[in-house]
């Protein structure tokens, strides 16, 4: 198996929240399967930010969605709190549901337009009851909070910015005070100012109440802001994981340096090869590293032996034959 | 709050806002129809406790039809017969009457009794059983859609018509089973409508949310997507209504509706045929009022169907 | 003018006036008023621009800060109730002053547009050959086959792989980045002199967005095209353009070359959105400063600086009248109390000092406005 591997899981960790191994997700289509996700693992310490980046299409959302068990992985194993999520029934695994929640990438979509604000973010209580410092009481406080003013909260979604609605579903998340949020590209769809508010938000909301983030976007700076550590994902593998400072100063995989060497204001070069090769089919993916039809340094171990995911050096981790661990790339802004 | 209007501009993308004008033509055909609706149920309702509206002479013999309104008819009748001469608005009515000397306003109003009767009810069964259909299908998915959306295929693969005639042959021409022939085509069309919505709405990432808080299924189903698949079946509901009118015309023309002495819309009309040439109007009247009604129908359902659309109107 | 050293050209541009004074595009004084249900809406407010041969100009600013307005308008699209006032001069020439022959083949051959969608631009019943040579048919009255040739021709030259296949495919069989390649080469296939593209890589991968840029790059180099670059992403203007100007609620409030622009920015607004965007170069957590409130209502704009509300250097006066837009050695602002001068830094310490700023606008950190 290519980019696969445990071996950046900290097992020995006893704040290990959530550990996912070797998890594929896989979906049928009249062409055949698509390979979303193909034998990912990670885990998520408590109060960490982990941050998923990678081209469009390579498993981001489908990655995190799964660890959630929407929809259930095909294979592998997700552990919460010990319990392997991927063996509850849909009863045992609703009672989970609370300690793991989502915020979407659009801010008006994942709000139901027919329902107030109060409404919407007391929610969670309805079905729950308090199960934390939140109780029904207090939702005026948990609207503070976020920055919602809560005297709008009688009025509906629509009247209010795409900024305010996505802190209207930060506050649904927090509600039932949760162990996990998954931000599946919070802010990819808000003007520049309004994202660096929802990215301090987020920030702060971690740290007041120690939540653990997983933050998916394609947005390498963005990325590098709120993580704590930092997995690459290529075509539903993982390319490289470590620490947010750690991996732009020395991305080591040669996906890693060509996405940093994209990044706008960059100087360095992107090589030719990553610029004339096609994004695979995900319904055929290349045997070996799937990496290998755009990488500059392939050579033929990597079109027929999958690499594994090795140390090389402190907390980052690689898949790769021959990892760029000599030459770091500057990048420039 | 002006920021209501400001927020908006920073927030949807969408192109420019509609003009004033394209919007209050709207409003004024919304409401002429509205208007036509509301004279229409008043005057049903009302029966013949209206004073605009003559009493029928049930036992009345076969007369010849008198014109409506003005004499402009009165060449085609036989001078030699007296009755011809006679005013409209004494024997007639504003409308005139039919050849049974009924006057035929009376008769259109009782005949929209029933028609309307049959309409409302076969909507209602198609709004609370294909919508239910509809609701399970598309958002539950899975075996429950694959059942519906066979049960949906082969009743509208069924020719409708030879389906109708079967059930009102064999079973015998009351309106309860108009009403059930009718019923098994809305209900089907309804269904495919419902789900169809319902899987656009189960889509959006709202409902996502509410699974994610672990609220329970049905829960999701009552409170996040039938809100927001009720306007569609609203305005819908509106449209069938107006279809239905129309079919059970069809049905009469064929002999297949409600037996007599019940009369509806349709009946009025295909019974009226026969003397078309020498009293048109026992067919306009309630053609016209029929084709109104149908027309105003769905406007309104259009209407609606613009007006709460969440993704048409850009909320 | 050389013709010669242009390897890509098919149409020698010797039938080309010269440019007057070298300026591809001088607008003056541009105005766009929108109606609306709910009043008048200035989207444009007096622009004034120059943009040299061969020049990338970026245009950058908030969402509904008028870029895209702004650039629909130079290539006459504005939309049906909107109205233009001042003038817009192309390579030269007044486009007011157009015959309505000359006008038939000058929007789409002498200036074309890329929009952020591709989808937008692309018909999808349509085959990709047929789209693109459509027009060159039309503008260059070319026949089917010398058409079809240089389509195969402009496939390439934006690095489409097997441009012959791509012709006979329909655009939801490309993706995205090819799609975009597709619209820049439908852009180019008249030879244009001035290309506007309106975020043509917002939609787009990191990866693929280089490689769109780098493509422009090229282009504009070899066909000595000028080009405004509409972005949203200080990043992207950095990196390629040779001029930025920064735009807000509908007018310029900064326009200067990118290295000075970077290095000795003068307008306030210019400052909090360079603070406000997470830059690659920081540390992870780096705090970020957001821009506190809103842009202004453009149906209701607030009398003097329309950046006054939110801009932390605000005195009396910016409420009073609206700063012109001025400045020496092609470094122009709009501002009464520019950072980096002692009159910002004076209004600066008096905003702090008083703990808020003349528009009411409160200086602590942490309490940061709802937006
Ligand atoms: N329900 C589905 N049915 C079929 N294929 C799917 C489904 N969901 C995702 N995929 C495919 O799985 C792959 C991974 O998709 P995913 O949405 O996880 O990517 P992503 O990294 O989140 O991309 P983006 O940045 O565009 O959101 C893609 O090839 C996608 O087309
Ligand atoms: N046809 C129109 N009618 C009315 N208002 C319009 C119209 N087109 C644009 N506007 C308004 O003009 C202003 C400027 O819009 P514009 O699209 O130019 O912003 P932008 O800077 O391109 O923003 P973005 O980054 O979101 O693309 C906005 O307030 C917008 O609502
Ligand atoms: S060097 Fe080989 S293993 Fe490493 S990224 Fe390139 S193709 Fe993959
Ligand atoms: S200092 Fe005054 S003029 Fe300058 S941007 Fe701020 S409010 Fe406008
Ligand atoms: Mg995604
Ligand atoms: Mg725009």
Redesign the pocket.
Known sequence: MAGTGTAHLRDGDPNVLVRVEDMVVEFSISSGTVHAVSGVSFDIVAGETLGIVGESGCGKSTTARAVIQMPRPTSGSVTFNGTDLTQLGNEELRKVRPDLQMIFQDPISSLNPRRTVSDIIGEGLRVWGARGQWTSDRLDELMEAVGIDPRFGERKPHQFSGGQCQRISIARALVLDPKVIICDEPVSAL?VSVQAQILNLLEDMKQRYGVSLVFISHDLSVIKNISDRVMVMYMGKVCEVAGADDLFARPAHHYTRALMASIPGSKAVVEASMIEGELPSAINPPTGCRFNTRCPAATDICRSEEPTIEAVGGDHYVACHHPATETPVTVES | MSNVADNL??TS?A???DTVDSKREWNLIFWLSVGWLVILVVFILLGSANPLVPEIERNADLINAQPALTNFWKDSCDPEVERCGRDAFVVGGLFGNDDRGRDVLAITVDGGRISAFIALVVTAIGIFVGGALGLLAGYLKGWIDVVVQIIINVTLSVPALLLVIFIVVVRGRSIWNVILAVSLLAIPALARIVRASTLQVADREFVKAAEVLGVKKGSILFREVLPNVMPTMISFAFLTTGIILVAEGGLAFLGLSVESPSITWGRIISDGRADFRDSPWVVLTPSMILFFTVLSLNLVGDHLLKRYDVRGSGL | MTANDQPHRDRPDDGRPDLPNGMMLEVDDLT?D???PSGN?R??DGVTLRLAERETLAIV????????????TLINL?????RRSGSIRIGGRDIDQLSKAERKHFFGVEVAMIF?DPMTSLNPVKRIGVQITEAMRYHLDLSASAADKRALRLLELVHIPSPAERMKQYPHELSGGMRQRVVIAMALACEPRLLIA??PTTALDVTVQKTILDLLDELRQERRMSMIL?T?DLGVAEGRADRIAV?YA?RIREITTTDRLFADMRHPYTEALLNSIPRPDLPSHTRLHPIPGRPPN?LDPPKGCAFAPRCRYAQPDCLESEPPLDGPHGHDWACFHPVGTPEGAAALAANEEAGVTAAGLSMSESEEEFV
């Not at chain 3, 600013?61 to 629909?72: A, I």
């Not at chain 3, 504005?78 to 909107?82: I, Q, Y």
């Open positions: 003007d | 501009a920073y993308k192109g420019p806002p | 766009v929108f109606d609306t809406l989207a444009v600013g908030e969402s509904g800060s008028g870029k895209s307005v702004l650039s629909r504005l939309a049906g109730n909107g952020q309106d975020e509409v949203h735009m509908g453009l």
